[in-house]
């Protein structure tokens, strides 16, 4: 098998040393990852394209080398080919006849030849001569040079002939290790997945930096959602992910900030986490998956009142995109399936949030904030790299029990935000219903009579199902989780 790979058109207008680094690092990344295929894989770089030769027995892996290919920043598109050294026109037809008879019997078709070198017949004359000759020779209709059924395409650089088997698109984007590094914050969901995809496809060396909320489960899938997106398009590169406990953070906002300005101080804090961390593994840029006006949070003048709390460049790819054009690129990329099943856990619900937020409300509020539990959390972040995650290692070895109707004695542990809570109150008949929001549930299941058996409950089951899981691995096996039918 033999490939030739075309470079992102914005590598291609680079200045020459620029455009000479690129491209050598982008053979530098396919040749590491294609090696992982087979040792027997050949890259060798030149100007225009890149050249990968497979032997014949790697036939059986031409999907997996095509995936990679597909899969690299760097590459505007790439055509599998058949390559022979020819001389005149006769060989060239003599070697594009067998490739194409069966394929265009009973079709229209046209020729087309990109050529470089110097040779007596110019790019229209190997079209004529090649197009006249599988007319004959072949059980095509004829030629149709504007909307033919099957295209012939050809490639001549001096001695070596082409054939164009089929071209299959790329990232486009610039190669990773071409860029600096930046921290990608990254909660699993659609918004953040696609970001940080985005940001990897730029060539940026993409870190990630995950701020939990809701325990080891939430944790665990998050981490599947950067391991996939590494392995997936940025594998060439070590990275880090980066782990800060907010669970805390979030309890003393529920308690000391007003509702409606409590997402805007979120976002804060955790961008003054995230600042710190990223100078800590000296990174000069922030990612975000934030989308202007998507939520409340995302207005442009909370959006601005956010960043004032940092002085670190916030790159957000996703600013002008709708949310069904992100959902369909998660789909794309192949992220959608982890997204879908992990919460939207911003762990703030506010029912009434501000669109508008002021600085110095927004200062007054924090005025009352505790900032040593956000340095606590920043001190207790636990770094990883990305290559060392083992997830199997981590995952819960007890199974969260799920029912829909409770034994008698069981008892339902409301676990949402007081807010929601009075909304939608949680009335049954059958069982006892205690109210302990999830931001204070890990600190007052311990003090709960352990004789009795608890089940959480939360309006999507989500949440309860995080904090059950959290409270088997802490040992208590007297916890499940309530989701009536």
């Given amino acids: 098998m033999k490939y030739l790979v075309k470079y992102s058109p914005e590598i291609t207008i680079k200045s020459r040393p620029v455009r000479s680094r690129f491209a050598r690092q982008l053979q530098q990344n396919l040749s590491a990852l294609l090696k992982r295929i087979s040792d027997q894989i050949n890259v060798q770089g030149n100007w225009d394209y890149i050249e990968i030769n497979a032997p014949e027995s790697l036939n059986q892996n031409q999907l997996h080398i095509e995936q990679v290919l597909s899969s690299t920043p760097g590459i505007c598109f790439f055509e599998r080919v058949q390559h022979h050294v020819v001389a005149t026109l006769d060989d060239i037809q003599a070697h594009t006849l067998p490739v194409f008879e069966s394929k265009l019997a009973g079709k229209t078709f046209s020729v087309r030849c990109k050529r470089t070198g110097r040779h007596p017949f110019t790019s229209m004359d190997i079209e004529k001569f090649v197009g006249s000759g599988l007319n004959v020779n072949t059980d095509a209709t004829g030629v149709n040079l504007t909307q033919p059924e099957v295209s012939v395409k050809l490639e001549v650089r001096g001695s070596d002939l082409f054939i164009i088997e089929e071209i299959l698109p790329g990232l486009n984007g610039f190669p990773l290790g071409t860029q600096d590094g930046v921290l990608s914050l990254l909660s699993g969901g659609f918004d953040s997945a696609v970001a940080s995809y985005l940001s990897m496809r730029r060539g940026l060396l993409t870190h990630f930096c995950f701020f939990n909320l809701g325990g080891k489960e939430h944790e665990i899938a998050v981490k599947e959602v950067a391991l996939y997106l590494w392995m997936r398009y940025g594998s060439t590169h070590t990275i880090k992910f980066i782990s800060v406990p907010f669970e805390d953070v979030v309890a003393e906002i529920l308690e000391k900030v007003d509702n409606s300005q409590m997402g805007v101080v979120l976002k804060r804090m955790m961008l003054r986490a995230a600042e710190k961390v990223a100078k800590k593994i000296k990174v000069e840029a922030l990612v975000t998956g934030e989308a202007v006006a998507q939520v409340s949070s995302q207005t442009l003048t909370n959006l ?40 939207e856990y911003c762990g703030v619900i506010s029912i009434k949030p501000t669109t508008r937020a002021r600085m110095h409300k927004i200062e007054k509020q924090e005025s009352w904030f505790d900032f040593s539990v956000l340095e606590e959390a920043i001190a207790n972040s636990v770094t990883v790299a990305i290559d060392k995650i083992d997830l199997e290692s981590e995952q819960s070895s007890e199974v969260v029990r799920i029912v829909s109707n409770p034994e008698a004695g069981e008892i339902i542990l409301d676990i949402r935000h007081p807010d929601e809570e009075e909304h939608q ?38 949440m309860s199902k995080i904090h059950a899981s959290y409270l088997l691995d802490q040992g208590y096996t007297n916890v499940s989780v309530y989701r009536p039918e």
Avoid: H, W
Wanted: glycine share 2%; with cysteine.
């Fill in 425 to 462: 109150p949680l009335v049954l008949d059958s069982n006892p219903v205690e109210k302990v929001p999830f931001y204070k549930l890990n600190k007052a299941f311990p003090e709960l009579p352990n004789k009795s058996s608890y089940l959480l409950y939360c309006s999507k089951g989500l």
């Fill in 304 to 343: 601005a009142v956010i960043d004032e709390v940092t002085d670190m460049l916030v790159l957000r790819p996703l600013a002008m995109m709708e949310k069904q054009t992100i959902v369909d690129m998660a789909r794309k990329i192949g992220t959608e399936e982890f997204s879908a099943v992990i919460p």
